[in-house]
């Protein structure tokens, strides 16, 4: 009997504006993945765009990497200390919870460095909350999710940030 692996998130780097192309590769070879895509009014018409443009997050186990790098139109996974970047489970959904929850939802980045603490807590760090948005950060990828909240859906519950009935 083999052991098996846990499975990890991982972050992979895709060739420009092929992002839908490999998620669907990704389906095809059964291989467990999130494109996260926000929706655009552009011409009057609604089209989804990327919200990691040149990004696919794939859950596998480390064994099974090299069906990723075998995929056309990957460049190769986001690496982090010469490592593949392994992001955790909670971020994923947080990213999920903002895409399904908030209609304005962007991305900024910010820098990280070699020395940094990219440990975090099960919950999201809230990092801003203003009258009408809320910022939480994603430290395993640098970068921060940006909501546009109507300020009636906010409160502060014995200590925690409630948005939209959720506790940050």
């Not at 962007?106 to 940094?116: L, Q």
């Not at 909501?147 to 506790?167: L, Q």
Request: charged letters at 25%; aromatic letters at 10%; one cysteine or more.
């Amino acid at each position: 009997m083999f052991n098996a692996q846990p499975l990890a998130w991982y972050a992979v780097y895709t060739r420009a504006k092929c992002e839908k192309k490999v998620a669907d590769l990704f389906t095809r070879k059964k291989v467990e993945h999130y494109y996260p895509v926000k929706q655009l009014i552009r011409a009057r018409k609604m089209v989804e765009s990327p919200l990691f443009p040149s990004y696919v997050f794939v859950r596998i186990p480390e064994s099974r990497t090299w069906v990723v790098r075998e995929t056309e139109n990957v460049v190769n996974f986001v690496y982090w200390l010469e490592q593949p970047a392994i992001i955790p489970d909670h971020e994923i959904s947080l990213i999920k919870h903002f895409l399904r929850n908030y209609e304005d939802v962007s991305v900024e980045r910010f820098p990280i460095n070699a020395g940094s603490d990219r440990t975090d807590s099960s919950r999201g760090k809230i990092i801003q909350l203003a009258s009408n948005r809320v910022k939480v950060e994603l430290s395993s990828l640098g970068c921060m999710l940006v909501a546009k909240v109507p300020s009636r859906e906010i409160a502060v519950i014995s200590g925690s940030i409630t948005v939209n009935g959720h506790h940050y």
